[in-house]
Nanobody
Framework: QVQLVESGGGLVQAGGSLRLSCTASGSTFEKYSMAWFRQATGQGREGVAC????????SYADSVKGRFTVSRDNAKHTWYLEMSGLRPEDTAMYYCAAQYGAGLCTSSSSIISELYNNWGQGTQVAVSS
């Protein structure tokens, strides 16, 4: 089990950028895969991006591909979601989720919430037009 703390949300104009961070407690950070999800008001939860144990194993939802970048810093026990070219439709509560193990982040269709047991509290992102 890990405890996850997110930060970096805020209000930004369309076309702007934000970087979300998700910091994990515990000593086995490098053994965890993680994903970012988002949920807009009145909408279901959407998988945005994932990253495996290897920093090169990443996948993205089509809606964010080319605009968002997920990364990890094992030394800082932190995952990041760099968001650029933000659009009003990106407005949502963003959650990070982590799961011990490999092979979880294989494609955009693998970014599903049922695979992850450890969740952060969420950070709000609002994009104005």
């Amino acid at each position: 089990q890990v405890q996850l703390v997110e930060s970096g949300g805020g209000l930004v104009q369309a076309g702007g950028s934000l970087r979300l961070s998700c910091t994990a407690s515990g000593s086995t950070f490098e053994k965890y895969s993680m994903a970012w999800f988002r949920q807009a008001t009145g909408q279901g939860r959407e998988g945005v991006a994932c990253i495996g144990r290897s920093a090169t194993s990443t996948s993205y939802a089509d809606s964010v591909k080319g605009r968002f970048t997920v990364s990890r810093d094992n030394a800082k026990h932190t995952w990041y979601l760099e968001m650029s070219g933000l659009r009003p439709e990106d407005t949502a509560m963003y959650y990070c989720a982590a799961q011990y193990g490999a092979g979880l982040c294989t494609s955009s269709s693998s970014i599903i919430s049922e695979l992850y047991n450890n969740w952060g509290q969420g950070t709000q992102v609002a994009v104005s037009s």
